[in-house]
């Protein structure tokens, strides 16, 4: 009797240790990555975020029409809806990047208003790294319920040339319809496109004009350009030293975009430049105030002094202290010249001479641009070309016209020119007290897509209280949110480029999970974020520890063509 117990026992102990060790299996092979990851990857999928500007929708998301608003419905008391109403109209997500071939799952709540059912369809837009669409996958119907919560699962692979991934609901007919526990998953590894997982990327940049930059030709219409341009130089000098202090309690590197006289320490002697030119395009046709500068040389002003005796007219002895605090410093032209107004020729005697000035005060070649006055629109063929071959490979400031547009205001994305794709193209936001409102919403629409935005202003205007309160609020809140990476402009692009010839691949579902990492490019690469398929204990090299484990997210260094395996262990 006592020996059939203790048979029974055994018996019963090993049903429940292989029970238990079916139940990891089953809990492992759930988070393989075979299957899809349990946590959602987009921004706001479960609408928590009202967008800030009207509180009608959620953050991030956009919608065909004004039928599309958070719902009144919801499938869980501690849930949210949003409410679909208008056979045309559709309610669209934030991106997501993904490259070809990853798999995704969608999966969301639908319940219909109406007495009788109705139907509902997923849009799958596929996105390029210019961020225009390069296929949409329409799925069939699914039905509706009346009164009731019915489910829509979809699963998608990206195509070739995918670099995004935007999905839109779309109701069959004017029912109204309620869209509740959505849920966005990847299959695999997937790597994130900012330092540590950062959500966004922000530069901070000022156009620095002297004198005898951009204020003595100053356009209609331009800030200050009824001001008097020594008092404008001088304000610029100001808004030097105020930038600065604001940036340097949070170590904070901007962008100064530079003209050629910044780097000058005076000009006694009665240099030229360029030729001594005249650009009979400076014209009252052309929003110039008068005719002047169409006759006389563009640099005729210079009173041939010294940063002491004429302050407003050079700004070299400035340019050791920016060097000192490791500030950045790129190209506004040498003369601040309208970019699509000059021949090819003097675009090339430009960049040379900016260059050149540069080199005299210890700044190396420019390799970013900002156009002044956002005149790329004129740029031709032969003009894109003389940036290309100065090593120009990031832009910002271009044409805000919508015929001449080649940055992504709309997607606040980085954007390869389309013509030119060693020059990456960045959105910016003109920081005023007047536009800060608008600013923090462009840096809330950038985090929703994972994007990038060069925030910038004069420095001549980070002088008044109203501006540096601005700035000050900008800075503030980007740096508390934790979620942002800031630094300058041409660091934010070097990243954006290498962090897409990195791929992660599994290569044994495990446990432990084995992964292959590859860094294509020649840069190392600190902090680079991989979302795993489960959450994570450990990460091991060679049996030895390796990287940071934030929840489902592992962080590592990697070098310039370099590839490693690291062995995943699951938190269970």
Known sequence: MRRRLYVSTGVLLLLTLLGLAWGLRERWEQSSPERFTSGNILYNADFSRPDARTGRLPDGWSAGGPGVALGAFTFRPDSRSVEIFGSNNYLKSPLVTTRPGQRFRLGFRVLCESQTPSRVRVWFHWLDEEGDEIIVEKRPWREAPARTWGTVLEEVEAPDGAAYLTISLHPAADDRLFIDTLSLNVSGVRVLPWPEGRAAAISLSVDWE???????????????????????????REGTHQ???????????????????????????????????????????????????????????????????HPAWYFGDLVPQLLAEKQAIESHTFSHFYGGFVEPELWRADLAAWNEVAAERGVGPASALAFPWSGSDGMTEAK??????????????????????ISRDDLLIPRPHPGFRTMLVFPDAYLTPATLTETLLLVDRAVANGGALDIWAHTEEITSPEQIAAWRMVIERCVASGDLWIAPLTELAGWWRAIRQVEAVVIADGPPLRLRIENRSDRSLSGVALQLPVEALRAEVDGQPFGRIVGDTLILNIGGRQTLEVDIWPAS
Do not use: K
Not at 247 to 275: K, S, V
Not at 384 to 405: K, Y
């Open 210 to 236: 002297t004198a005898m930059g951009g204020l003595i030709h100053s356009r209609s219409g331009d800030p200050g350009s009824a001001a008097d341009a020594v008092a404008r130089g001088l304000r610029m």
């Open 243 to 309: 930038l600065l202090a604001l940036l340097r309690p949070y170590n904070l590197r901007a962008t100064w975009f530079a003209n050629g006289y910044n780097f000058l320490e005076g000009n006694p002697e009665g240099r030229t430049f360029l030729g001594d030119p005249v650009f009979t395009w400076a014209d009252d046709a052309h929003r110039w105030p008068d005719d002047r500068w169409a006759s006389a040389p563009w640099f005729a002003a210079d009173p041939h002094g010294t940063y002491v005796s």
């Open 384 to 405: 894109w070309h003389e940036l290309e071959q100065a090593g120009i490979t990031v832009l910002t400031r271009t044409s805000e016209r919508s015929i001449f547009r």
